[in-house]
């Protein structure tokens, strides 16, 4: 089988290597915070907001203690909040379960809450220094160009072909440098738009380079299809402050964040009076006439599109399920959807 060379990506990666906040003092907390944060963030914002983080929870124990509103406040702005609250309910885990101790085993890994294949590697390798196939999308694009590989990058004869090189490859002792040598060049030389082969340490080796074929791999995963819905957002004044409702702590998208009250509907739903008696009777209210539409804008969640309109509307009753808030203080946990809406609305 290939391998990859492994005493000339660790001699790169000497002297290539950035210095991030990450990357000083190894801990394995260190390495399992750091990468869940990178999951959704850039390198760069990521750099500035973890060891402020760090600082807040610096071990599990600090964050399975923490109320759930100090933890997403200190992820406010990072955005995908799901990966805090698993990262909150996984330390909870370790601290029950395993004294406090990131366990140091793959497969217990993978059973903590927010850690799949990925992100249990990584700790394995980057914390404990123990061999692990760690393959993120920088790593998956090397590999792919590397072994000229046709399947694309997320199916199973890829992820098969490129661990067991990987696995194959590692040096007992160095498990460490050499998967973040590999991280590292992925993000560094082996980029996506411009390949720089020239000062690339496994070029030799490198069946696309050889081929000149670099544009052509990765191939790229299927695309998603993605859905196109309306979403109806009730702006509903009491003086200064609107109407707010917190989405329910179960829901599959943004648990617990609050919004403005609507929903989201089929495209080219109607949105007249019956609909606005149908979306405030839940919350106690009921509308005084048509409501007047003041914005529309786009916005994209996962993988909906949504064609959102903030329709203005004069309502009375007793509010239940529901809060009143001041729109123009800072407003922690509100759903990105409402937060634009209430921007572009100038509210
Ligand atoms: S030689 Fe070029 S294509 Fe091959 S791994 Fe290096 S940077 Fe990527």
Request: charged share 20%; with cysteine.
């Amino acid at each position: 089988m290939k391998r990859l060379p492994a005493d000339q990506l660790l001699a790169w990666f000497a002297h290539a290597r950035r210095d991030l906040p990450w990357r000083q003092q190894r801990t394995p907390w260190r390495v399992w915070v750091a990468e869940i944060m990178l999951q959704q963030t850039t390198a760069l914002v990521a750099s500035k907001r973890f060891p402020e983080f760090m600082q807040r929870f610096a071990t599990p124990r600090a964050l399975a203690g923490a109320e759930e509103s100090a933890a997403l406040a200190a992820w406010a702005g990072l955005g995908y909040y799901r990966r805090v609250r698993s990262l909150q309910q996984a330390a909870r885990v370790v601290v029950r379960d395993h004294a406090g101790s990131v366990p140091r085993n793959e497969q217990i890994l993978r059973g903590l809450p927010g850690i799949g294949d990925y992100t249990a590697a990584a700790i394995v390798a980057l914390a404990f220094n123990q061999p692990a196939a760690v393959i993120d999308a920088n790593v998956a694009r090397v590999m792919a160009r590397w072994l000229g590989h046709e399947s694309p990058v997320n199916s199973q004869a890829f992820r098969s072909a490129a661990r067991e090189v990987l696995l194959h490859s590692v040096p007992a002792a160095q498990a460490r440098n050499f998967s973040e040598a590999l991280i590292e060049l992925g993000a560094l030389l082996c980029r996506a738009a411009a390949a720089d082969c020239a000062a690339c340490p496994l070029a030799r080796s490198c069946v696309a380079h050889s081929t000149q074929s670099v544009e052509r791999f990765p191939h790229p995963a299927p695309r998603k299809l993605s859905t196109a819905v309306d979403s109806l957002r009730l702006l509903v004044r009491r003086g200064r402050r609107v109407v707010m409702v917190q989405r329910p702590a179960d829901a599959a998208l943004l648990p617990g964040f609050w919004e403005l009250p609507g929903a989201w509907l089929p495209r080219g739903s109607a949105t007249d009076a019956a609909m606005l008696r149908t979306l405030l009777a839940p919350i106690g209210l009921k509308a005084a006439g048509e409501g007047r539409v003041l914005r529309q804008v786009s916005h994209s969640i996962t993988t909906h599109r949504l064609r959102c309109r903030l329709v203005e509307v004069d309502a009375r009753g007793r509010l239940r399920s529901a809060a009143l808030v001041d729109p123009t203080a800072p407003q922690r946990n509100l759903t990105t959807e409402s937060a634009k809406l209430l921007r572009v609305g100038a509210i």
